[in-house]
């Protein structure tokens, strides 16, 4: 305005960083209830006591790692609505599925267990799947807010994609620790593998290849991702620990 005594340029730079302003706190709002619905989820899936329904759940395309940042208010409505109809159907299923299924491996008493469990899931997993259309809902916001900002394509990549791994946590009490970008990152790959749903304990790069290790087994991926070896911890008798001398170069 002072350069070219234009005092429209002063209005013009203060509707630009209201709207901003505007758009950046309306889309870290729905960015951080999206987290906060998505971890009450994952927390949720591990009180229905059912393994495999944890699993499919972890396994499952999500929007978040699907399309955020490009994803839209109408995007997070359908997958929302899609997700709740999936979680009461897990429900009701649960119901007959979870009590057949103890009966064939443990008789009468895997049958009351089963009910039990079924009856859990009946009342958890509707919670889940609302939750998780929440979730898809939060991030359908922010996505259409981002892409109404009418920002270049850098930034919108510098804005859409999380720049680090979330946080691990560890064990059976997902206890926290320091943030590890090693371990965040084993912990990711973890959640895509037959690992999902098992609490993250550790990992070993062995070069080529990768051993993550839940509580209850140790996975070996390859060097493309791979899967090479899986051994439940039960199933090892002893461990033998050796000292591999470190190779010196000429």
Not at 26 to 54: C, H, P, Q, W
Not at 56 to 62: F, H, K, Q, V
Not at 86 to 94: A, I, K, L, N
């Amino acid at each position: 305005s002072v350069e070219e005594l234009d005092p429209s340029f002063v209005v013009d730079g203060v509707a630009r960083g209201t709207g901003s302003l505007a758009r950046h706190a309306v889309g870290g709002i729905a960015d951080s209830a999206s987290l906060l619905t998505e971890t009450f989820s994952k927390n949720m899936a591990v009180l229905t006591l059912d393994r495999r329904y944890a699993q499919r759940r972890d396994r499952g395309t999500s929007l978040r790692s699907a399309g955020r940042g490009t994803a839209t208010f109408v995007d997070g409505v359908e997958s929302g609505v899609v997700k709740l109809i999936r979680g009461v159907s897990e429900g009701v299923t649960g119901v007959v599925k979870a009590p057949m299924r103890g009966a064939e491996k443990r008789g009468v008493e895997g049958f009351a267990k089963g009910v039990g469990k079924g009856l859990l899931g009946l009342l958890v997993k509707p919670m889940i799947g609302l939750s998780d259309a929440a979730t898809d809902v939060m991030i359908g916001v922010k996505g259409s807010v981002e892409g109404a900002a009418g920002s270049s394509a850098s930034d919108r990549g510098l804005h859409g994609n999380q720049i680090r791994p979330r946080r691990a946590f560890y064990g059976r009490d997902h206890a926290m620790r320091e943030y590890r970008l090693a371990d965040a990152t084993a912990a990711s790959i973890a959640m895509r593998t037959r690992l999902a749903g098992e609490p993250y304990l550790s990992h070993c790069d062995m070069g080529n290849s990768v051993a993550l290790l839940s509580v209850k087994r140790l996975l070996v991926l390859g060097s493309e991702g791979e899967e090479r070896l899986v051994v439940k911890f039960k199933q090892i008798r002893d461990v033998e620990v050796r000292q591999v001398p470190k190779f010196e170069g000429p």
